[in-house]
């Protein structure tokens, strides 16, 4: 059964500092993984998806990798700001043949001015 | 629609009532899926359908738990005998292909249980 973990479950940073958070899987037998956000009594916002023939993907200040093999991703976020302030999630795609999601637990994240 | 619509926002239920929650997913989206998300945890899998046909519905909790979208479009998910430990949101998300790709989340529905 495939497991998601994502450390640190919160995270409080000033404004301006790079950040990194981070997600792991046990099965790498995985389609793709997604970040999303998630703001408070709000649903999910898709920040990046990476396809698991590929390294990374860009989106402005968000930058997020993948090594499948040893089962890791990490979104790092550059000069953040007060309004990246949110729960970020991390989700793969496996072992269905229509993309069921497993999530992990989210990484509160903080940015105060 | 422009995205995924959920009603109600937010149902308060005394134990043992019934509720049902509406999805309404983008316009002629293929795929639908629903999730539950339990205060401080990730989103867990509950069904999936593909057009009107439910391939999968491993995630339901329990019996008292079931879903529907006769006509391939709008979805519902009902909930018999609510118990407290029911309470959650209840995120429903569409997407336009069957396979591998990124889906759109709607706002969710937060049911709270007394």
């Known amino acids: 059964k495939q497991e998601v973990t994502q450390i640190p479950a919160a995270l409080s940073v000033p404004e301006g500092e790079n950040l990194v958070l981070n997600c792991s899987f046990t099965?790498?037998?995985?389609?793709?993984l997604q970040w999303f956000r998630q703001d408070p009594g709000k649903g999910l916002t898709s920040l990046l998806l990476i396809q698991s023939s590929q390294r990374e993907q860009t989106s402005g200040r968000l930058n997020a990798s993948l090594d499948k093999s040893s089962g890791r991703s990490t979104l790092y976020i550059a000069a953040s700001q007060p309004g990246d302030s949110a729960t970020y999630l991390c989700a793969v795609d496996g072992g269905t043949s229509y993309g069921k999601l497993t999530f992990g637990q989210g990484t509160i994240l903080t940015v105060h001015p | 629609g422009a995205g995924v619509s959920q009603s109600p926002r937010y149902k308060v239920a005394k134990r043992g009532q019934d509720v049902a929650l509406r999805c309404d997913p983008i316009?002629?989206?293929?795929?639908l899926f629903w999730y539950q998300q339990a205060l401080g945890q990730g989103p867990e899998f509950l069904t999936y359908?593909?057009?009107?046909?439910?391939?999968?519905k491993s995630g339901l909790p329990s019996d008292r738990f079931f879903a529907e979208r006769p006509e391939g479009s709008v979805s519902t998910l009902k909930i018999q005998r609510t118990q407290q430990e029911d309470s959650a949101v209840y995120l429903c998300a569409s997407s336009s292909r069957t396979l591998h790709y990124g889906y759109t989340f709607g706002s969710g529905t937060r049911l709270t249980v007394v």
């Open positions: 359908f593909q057009n009107e046909a439910q391939l999968d």
């Open positions: 099965d790498s037998a995985i389609y793709n």
């Open positions: 316009s002629g989206h293929v795929s």
